[in-house]
């Protein structure tokens, strides 16, 4: 098939526009599989990473690779982007399915970071192949190659011979003298001009590169406001797939159908269109794949499955009984021995004056609960960053009965925001909060939403946070949280963090302690036995055991350590005495032996956990 001249831009632009949506495309497939990763393994500095470096280093394989497809550039690059809608669209659910049914996802994540990154780096090369070749075959179309001079009609419009030097040129044979120099100069300009640059390899090339840049701030920016609110992680990688496979198809077929063979359109069809179909289908299929996934992950005993925009919730167990409480996939609370843990946490530090507390965290409410049970609790204020746990916990019927209703004490005031950030708005320089800012929306006594500055001290300050080997440890356990902490708490108050099992990971305990006293606290260590027949956890949640112990560290501003001991204004906890709190701190200090001597503080700038 013969193909006609093309007209300025008519390829340029076009193409540009696919390199626009395809960039769009491979960059959402790369931030799907560092969010996910990040949800399902844990530490997203480490996916991240692995996740960028792994596709850079395949972008590279896939630009010398395609250096073997330049000969059939169109048929290439429309099998390309055929598999990588496919690739790219499914890697989310074939990442959730490694690790709902498997256990391990890391391999799978490397695996399609590698694959996509190789579909990527052969994209540029080729659309550049073929962009050549149609301003190549623009030139030639108007009687120019590339590297040639003025034809033999050119020679004529001169005045010079065809025959040679020397002969009198044509208008001299045919008789035509009277044809103005000026016309015979226009011409030669205009043939020297087209021969000298018929392919502008350069503006091409920053052409691509700026759609491709463009292309990847607004699939970075869609990721998060667009697909993830809109479509979830599974169904908005499946849309993205499809609309890669429309974008990358529907170019060759259409502007480069000319150079594409009888069987290389068919096979160009049918692969595009055998896409489409397998990602509609996995979109149709995603609800019913996720709740399989579920159930492989959590069980059959699934009471309630959300996601809030910050995380995913699910609770599960029996009806009437205590449940447990999954965030992203960890074990967060668990239901039979998580009164063990949040007593622990609570009621050393609330041995003195305690009529001001401050949870961070603790949007169960369990931390909550035992506060409440000292009657001489006059406010609460708990900052918690995600709505839907607290609502959650206000209104399911067993996470509402484990924390005894905690929420509807009118007493209580919930803060939803970061507790880095409101501690900053109300710490300012870290040694008090009279400059304090506004706390975000807040509910006090069962629902009711405020906002506005709290400018009180609090007597005790109880931080129910992550672990510290999550992705938040980086600020929620730095000195600098420590020193705004300091800020907010009254002369005599307390603070008490849970920093980690001990026992199985005393590094990490220890750098936590060594925070501490950088920002000028003094500690008193102390560690929990978790219950031997409760179901372990992954290890990331706080308020999961680990099989071996629970770390806490009880800290008071100045150099002096407070006492570790209990408030005689309550009933004895069920798992508290003053024994068991002596036994706590010979357990705490018997694991510093096995952490390196001399750990530095961990800050925002050198995380170190």
Request: one cysteine or more; proline letters at 6%; charged letters at 20%.
């Amino acid at each position: 098939m013969v193909r006609p001249p093309v007209r300025p831009g008519a390829v340029r632009y076009p193409v540009l526009a696919v390199v626009f949506v395809c960039s769009a495309c491979g960059l959402v497939y790369e931030l799907e599989l560092v969010a996910l990763a990040s949800y399902l393994i844990g530490d997203s500095v480490t996916q991240a990473s692995v996740v960028l470096s792994v596709m850079v280093f395949a972008m590279g394989i896939g630009s010398l690779l395609a250096k073997r497809l330049r000969c059939r550039a169109a048929v290439g690059f429309g099998l390309i982007e055929a598999g990588l809608a496919l690739v790219g669209g499914c890697s989310a659910m074939a990442l959730y399915a490694a690790f709902a049914w498997f256990g391990a996802s890391q391999y799978v994540l490397v695996a399609f970071a590698l694959a996509i990154g190789v579909l990527i780096g052969a994209e540029i090369p080729l659309l550049m192949s073929l962009i050549q070749r149609a301003e190549t075959s623009r030139s030639r179309g108007a009687g120019l190659g590339p590297g040639r001079g003025p034809g033999r009609g050119e020679e004529a419009d001169l005045g010079v011979s065809p025959g040679g030097p020397g002969r009198p040129g044509g208008a001299g044979r045919s008789g035509r003298s009277g044809r103005s120099a000026w016309g015979r100069r226009r011409r030669a300009r205009r043939a020297a001009r087209s021969s000298r640059d018929p392919y502008d390899a350069a503006g091409t090339v920053a052409d691509l590169f700026a759609a491709d840049y463009v292309g990847a701030l607004v699939g970075g920016l869609a990721f998060p406001f667009l697909l993830l609110p809109w479509f979830g992680q599974l169904t908005g990688a499946l849309v993205t797939g499809a609309v890669n496979a429309f974008a990358g198809g529907g170019l060759v077929l259409w502007l480069f159908r000319y150079d594409l063979t009888r069987r290389s359109r068919k096979l160009l069809i049918g692969a595009n269109v055998s896409v489409l179909a397998l990602l509609g289908t996995a979109t149709i299929l995603a609800a019913p794949f996720e709740q399989a996934a579920r159930r492989a992950v959590y069980g059959d005993r699934v009471l309630v499955a959300e996601h809030t925009g910050l995380q995913e919730v699910v609770v599960t167990g029996r009806r009437g009984s205590p449940p447990d409480l999954f965030l992203d996939g960890r074990l967060w609370v668990g239901g039979r021995d998580e009164y063990r843990y949040h007593e622990a946490l609570v009621h050393p530090a609330m041995n003195g004056r305690h009529a001001r507390v401050l949870i961070l965290g603790g949007g169960d409410g369990l931390a909550a609960r035992e506060v409440l049970r000292h009657p001489d609790v006059r406010s609460l204020t708990v900052v918690e960053r995600d709505p839907g746990v607290v609502r959650l916990a206000r209104t399911d019927p067993d996470l509402a009965a484990l924390n005894r209703r905690a929420f509807q004490d009118r007493r209580v005031t919930v803060a939803y925001e970061d507790a880095f950030r409101w501690l900053r708005a109300r710490g300012g320089d870290g040694r008090g909060g009279e400059e304090g800012g506004h706390g975000g929306h807040g509910a006090s006594g069962g629902g009711d939403e405020g906002r506005g500055p709290v400018r009180e001290r609090f007597d005790v300050v109880i931080c129910d946070l992550p672990d510290p080997s999550t992705t938040a440890g980086a600020t929620l356990y730095s000195e600098e949280f420590y020193g705004l902490a300091a800020g907010v708490l009254a002369d005599g108050g307390r603070l008490v963090v849970h920093a980690g099992p001990a026992a199985a990971r005393p590094a990490t305990y220890w750098t936590v302690d060594a925070s501490l006293r950088a920002a000028g606290f003094a500690t008193r260590p102390y560690g929990m036995k978790t219950d031997p027949g409760a179901r372990p956890g992954s290890g990331l949640g706080r308020g999961a055991g680990t099989g071996e112990d629970w770390g806490f560290l009880l800290a008071a501003p100045g150099g002096r350590a407070p006492a570790l001991g209990l408030a005689t204004d309550i009933p004895r906890p069920r798992s508290l005495t003053p024994s068991v709190l002596a036994e706590a701190a010979a357990r705490a200090d018997r694991t510093r032996a096995d952490a390196p001597p001399r750990l530095p503080p961990s800050t925002l700038v050198h995380p170190r956990y």
